[in-house]
């Protein structure tokens, strides 16, 4: 029996590791593991490991190998510089051998959709855009599509399971937590342990509206890519409690250079965001859905409109953030 326990998935120049690929690695050369990509935390034979971003959970830091208490170096895996289209459809080819796929009908989840060709999730309160319009992304690619409507119950009884697990507990993160613990309680109810995801395409490829107005979008465009760090923890820790994982292929590190490649400018200009993957996108999706300007999760799902009469039906009519504090004091003590 395998002593080494793996959370997630490991590739070398492309090709996926199986467990024992892995252990005969780490008992023959562990500095080989240096150059594995993936999204993966494992541990055994004295060491840890986690991958170059950090996307999957685990008690090392991100990017490193320690063996024996000591650290043995930084996980850089020397993917090849690709075109950006090579490396969006390379990093979601790798994660489609499993999952179910989040999709909202915007031009991030429909192109990750329509590459890994699996069955796919919407969630939304009744009548919510995110669930109308995923249904029209699915119909018009010919994707499986499970609608999972929340109930304005659902919604409070999940609040205090998210608020005790994330780590940034402001409406924002706490509303787009509200929306990826449904996508993830699904996920789990249906047997799967991975999700794949959009996440991350906005701070990468400029999709925020306030980079249409900015005067320092490359700064902008900086920290925010250096904040999903902080995003993937949230994710991931909403995530774990439906016993499954978020995969990320827009954070792959082949799209991660390419993306950083392209210069600022080029990602927003003449009132339009995201302009590369919308030019990528349109030679896999209909232009309808690779041009959308979508709502943000938290809007287009009604789940930040929800928050709000929660808030107030709880005695809190002008903040959210004081009603979030007194879930967090109350039913955790934080």
Known sequence: MSMLKLSGWVEVDGRRLTLKEIESVLNKNPREILRFGGEFFFAGSGCRARDHFGIMPGNCPKGTLICD?????????????LPLEEAIVTAVGLRSDEGITALSGGVDSTLVARLAGRECVAVGLEGSHDLGQARHAADELGLSLACVTITPKEIGTALSAVIGVIPVKDPVSTSIALTQYFIARYAGQQGYRRVITGQGADELFGGYTR?????TLEEDLERDFLGLELQADRDQAVAALHGVYLSLPYMDVRVVRAARAIPAESKVQGGRRKIPLRQVAERHIPEEFAWYEKKAMQYGSGIWKELQRLARKNGYKTSIQDYIDHISRVEHGH
Do not use: Q, S
């Open 69 to 81: 208490g000591e650290m043995k170096g930084a996980i850089n895996p020397p993917v090849p510089d």
């Open 211 to 215: 980079y249409l107005t900015t005067t």
